[in-house]
């Protein structure tokens, strides 16, 4: 459910027509929904309620990397949300966004001795270590500062999460996580060391899961491990089953419901007693944003459909041109009328395409059109390509609406360069 839908005969977000952020802000430009985002934390937080109270309460920890938007992660913030984030930028985004620090994760698997130091300067939860060097690492710093970092170990459980291989990161060829044959083993080296309080278990088996099946196989192997490791004598207080869950983005894709999810896990977690973390993003924010874009014209097609070019590219939204990602195009203002097309965007590569063979809304020159759940791994993927500059961001709250992210002209971009002496 989002907030992003026709009212006599114009696209709104929530209660805004769409071509009115155009003109004031003008294109390409991301818009969120404020009420949007409520809701889908509202939702989640929902169904893993029955998780836990008290200590036990889950902490739910949006993924920053999604979208990490200030505006964006202060509704998230108010909903009662923490953060996971895999850089010290993120670490610096969330803590200005209000997160309170002990309600932050830090994941990643090439976290560099500065941002170790920075988790321990602003006293994060949590760190989630993915391997053996990394926990030594924050153990040899924590332990000259006299402290214990609290840690979970990240374990790569070699299950096919079933989605597309760039995000994929649960099987044992990819770089994350220690693969779980021999996380006990480290477990147990780790868990001797002077300044880490190693305390639980971490996983993340990929993104934009549609189906549970693989969550279940992998939060099972989890099980175990947790039941092992307690046997052997640690004291496991802390899960963190990461995020993954998948969102439609074509009519038709029946992603599990959060209330799905929320079911699924408190059976597969029964008798852990532990406290739960959740890392969200997609789930949360894509549904919460589109990319409102201006077709610069029509093109005739060789022997193909025509070519709509939009003044959005890759470079603003690169999910298409990546993972050959498919996003709903829609008219701002539809007639009705429908057309087979192919959508590219300006830059000069073919890559640079959103959509071959489309049957879509008619769209002609001049007129407004959007690319639909671009909420999640939209602006936060946007590159320079081309000396375009970056894109503006808008978040909508009922009738108003505010640039929460100001549009980075190519110019300013080219300030931050220089010709050295010896060229001149
Ligand atoms: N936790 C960890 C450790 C992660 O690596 C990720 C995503 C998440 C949580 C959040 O996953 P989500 O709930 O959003 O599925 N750029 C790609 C997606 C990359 C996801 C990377 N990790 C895309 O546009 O599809």
């Known amino acids: 459910m989002d907030h992003f839908a026709l009212k006599n005969g114009i696209l709104h977000a929530e209660d805004v027509p769409l071509p009115s952020i155009a003109d004031a802000v003008g294109t390409p430009v991301y818009v969120y929904s404020r009420a949007t985002l409520e809701r889908h934390a509202k939702v989640f937080r929902e169904a893993l309620e029955p998780l836990g109270t008290g200590d036990k309460k889950p902490l739910i920890a949006f993924a920053v990397k999604s979208n990490p938007n200030l505006a964006v992660l202060k509704v998230l913030q108010r909903q009662g949300f923490g953060a996971d984030v895999v850089s010290g930028g993120e670490l610096t985004r969330a803590l200005a966004a209000g997160m309170?620090?002990?309600?932050?994760?830090?994941?990643?698997?090439?976290?560099?001795?500065?941002?170790?130091?920075?988790?321990?300067?602003?006293?994060?939860?949590?760190?989630?270590?993915?391997?053996?060097?990394?926990?030594?690492?924050?153990?040899?710093?924590?332990?000259?500062?006299?402290?214990?970092?609290?840690?979970?170990?990240?374990?790569?459980?070699?299950?096919?999460?079933?989605?597309?291989?760039?995000?994929?990161?649960?099987?044992?060829?990819?770089?994350?996580?220690?693969?779980?044959?021999?996380?006990?083993?480290?477990?147990?080296?780790?868990?001797?060391?002077?300044?880490?309080?190693?305390?639980?278990?971490?996983?993340?088996?990929?993104?934009?899961?549609?189906?549970?099946?693989?969550?279940?196989?992998?939060?099972?192997?989890?099980?175990?491990?947790?039941?092992?490791?307690?046997?052997?004598?640690?004291?496991?207080?802390?899960?963190?089953?990461?995020?993954?869950?998948?969102?439609?983005?074509?009519?038709?894709?029946?992603?599990?419901?959060?209330?799905?999810?929320?079911?699924?896990?408190?059976?597969?977690?029964?008798?852990?007693?532990?406290?739960?973390?959740?890392?969200?993003?997609?789930?949360?924010?894509?549904?919460?944003?589109?990319?409102?874009?201006?077709?610069?014209?029509?093109?005739?097609?060789?022997?193909?459909?025509?070519?709509?070019?939009?003044?959005?590219?890759?470079?603003?939204?690169?999910?298409?041109?990546?993972?050959?990602?498919?996003?709903?195009?829609?008219?701002v203002e539809p007639t009705g009328e429908r057309m087979t097309a192919n959508i590219v965007g300006p830059i000069c590569e073919t890559g640079d395409t959103f959509a071959k063979d489309r049957d879509c809304d008619s769209v002609a020159s001049g007129e407004l059109a959007v690319f639909r759940t671009a909420g999640a791994y939209g602006a936060t993927m946007a590159s320079s390509y081309n000396s375009r500059g970056f894109v503006a961001e808008v978040m909508v709250d009922g009738d108003q609406f505010a640039v929460v992210a100001d549009r980075i002209a190519a110019s300013a971009i080219m300030d931050a360069e220089r010709v050295p002496d010896f060229l001149t």
């Open 100 to 331: 309170a620090p002990e309600d932050i994760v830090f994941s990643g698997v090439g976290k560099t001795r500065a941002e170790l130091e920075l988790g321990l300067d602003k006293n994060i939860g949590q760190f989630n270590i993915e391997s053996t060097e990394e926990g030594r690492e924050l153990a040899e710093i924590a332990a000259a500062r006299g402290i214990e970092a609290c840690a979970v170990l990240r374990v790569n459980p070699d299950v096919d999460a079933k989605t597309h291989e760039k995000i994929s990161t649960g099987k044992a060829e990819n770089k994350f996580g220690v693969p779980l044959m021999r996380a006990r083993e480290v477990f147990a080296e780790l868990a001797e060391l002077d300044g880490l309080n190693l305390r639980g278990i971490a996983i993340h088996i990929g993104s934009q899961l549609l189906d549970l099946e693989p969550l279940e196989t992998a939060f099972a192997k989890v099980g175990e491990l947790v039941a092992d490791l307690r046997k052997a004598g640690h004291s496991i207080t802390h899960v963190d089953l990461g995020g993954g869950l998948g969102v439609p983005y074509k009519a038709g894709e029946n992603p599990p419901s959060p209330a799905d999810y929320g079911a699924m896990v408190a059976a597969a977690t029964k008798g852990w007693d532990v406290r739960l973390t959740f890392e969200p993003g997609r789930v949360i924010a894509g549904n919460a944003g589109v990319l409102l874009t201006r077709v610069v014209r029509v093109k005739r097609g060789g022997n193909g459909p025509p070519f709509v070019i939009v003044d959005a590219a890759m470079n603003d939204l690169a999910r298409p041109a990546l993972y050959g990602a498919w996003h709903d195009f829609e008219a």
